[in-house]
């Protein structure tokens, strides 16, 4: 009887986005200090909400991604995490670049007085360092492998190659919608360090989506692995480096 999906893969990407959604927690608490009132009530909601939602959005997410065209290679390979060296590198330098990128939108969007970057200023070195985690595998999975897997599975209702998948255009549109959505998705915490803009929703939606798009390319060519380093990559640059850089100069 054939698997519907790897369930092996499923709890192994499940506890790992458990895991790293406490992790961004002490990162969260550092930006909006109103959340450590909270307390150990913050840690349950957190631990209670993400079970269940990356319990679903893990299971479709495996359940689509090949109904989509997308393969998982060093996930599910024989040959283990062999398959991690041939991406590693290109896929650092690709969230190192994306990080880049961001940064000088920033700065260009600094002329606006909507730069975010000095929130961060005060946050230490390792609790911006844990929290990059969050971004580079429950977002991924979130965003790239339930939410792209999914688009891109709807669009090949409507047009599909010969095979049956979706066409680039399909994906295409799957993973800039999943952008857009990405960079919106980030606005509820963002309005508790300012107030929400129409400037605000624009920086979000244009230096997210940056991200968005590279992530999800990387994603459609290279599997999920390297789009998960590429997004923890960006965020070392963003979260860690930036910060520490703007504190020496």
């Not at 952008?179 to 997210?208: C, D, K, M, Y």
Request: hydrophobic fraction near 55%; charge should be neutral.
């Amino acid at each position: 009887m054939k698997r519907i999906i790897n369930w092996k893969l499923f709890y192994i990407l499940l506890i790992a986005c458990i895991i790293t959604s406490i992790l961004v927690l002490p990162y969260q608490m550092t930006l909006v200090p109103e959340l450590a009132d909270i307390g150990a009530l913050l840690y349950v909601s957190a631990l209670s909400q993400s079970i269940i939602i990356f319990s679903i959005v893990t299971f479709l997410g495996l359940l689509l991604a090949p109904r989509a065209g997308f393969s998982l290679p060093e996930l599910e390979s024989k040959k283990g995490w062999k398959e991690l060296v041939p991406i590693l590198l290109p896929s650092v330098i690709w969230g190192v670049l994306c990080g880049i990128l961001i940064v000088l939108g920033d700065f260009i969007l600094q002329k606006l007085s909507v730069s975010l970057f000095t929130e961060e200023m005060h946050t230490p070195v390792w609790v911006a360092f844990i929290a990059s985690f969050y971004g580079g595998i429950a977002e991924e999975v979130l965003m790239r492998l339930f939410l792209v897997s999914f688009i891109a599975w709807l669009a090949s209702k409507f047009r599909k190659t010969e095979d049956g998948m979706p066409t680039n255009g399909g994906v295409w549109s799957a993973i800039i919608i999943a952008s857009v959505l990405f960079g919106l998705g980030h606005l509820p915490f963002t309005g508790a360090l300012t107030e929400i803009t129409t400037v605000i929703v624009v920086r979000a939606i244009v230096l997210n989506g940056i991200g968005g798009v590279i992530f999800g390319w990387l994603y459609w060519k290279k599997g999920l692995v390297s789009a998960m380093i590429a997004h923890f990559s960006t965020d070392i640059v963003l979260h860690v480096v930036t910060p520490l850089l703007v504190k020496l100069f």
